[in-house]
């Protein structure tokens, strides 16, 4: 299982997404919130390096991203500075960093090898 400083830097993790992912209220006019695609893989991996399932840690992945997209989606009707373009460019670029960790994460740690 965990320990507590595991626990500790999963929550980290967390908050760091929700910091992107709200990032849009602080009214900066800037494209820092299309991190948060990226930035969602980080606590989803590091729930996945601990030993969880990692067809619980995609669902946790997905339902973040949807999380996003719904944002985005709300932003772009409502007429904000969202494009529809920046917004398919981070969610691919979110995939494709996911679908390299997934490759190396189970040569990295062994355990997850099944």
Known sequence: ????????????FFVIFGIFLLFDLFK???????FAYVIAVLPVNMFWSL????L???IILFILWDITLLRDT???YLKKNKEINEILLYLFLG???QLILTAIIPEVITSLQT
Request: aromatic share 16%; net charge negative.
């Open 1 to 12: 299982m965990a320990d507590i400083s595991s626990i500790i830097l999963l929550i980290t």
């Open 28 to 34: 900066r006019n800037e494209k820092y919130g299309y």
């Open 51 to 54: 030993g969880y399932d990692p």
């Open 56 to 58: 619980f840690a995609y």
């Open 74 to 76: 709300i932003a772009v």
């Open 95 to 97: 995939i494709i960093i």
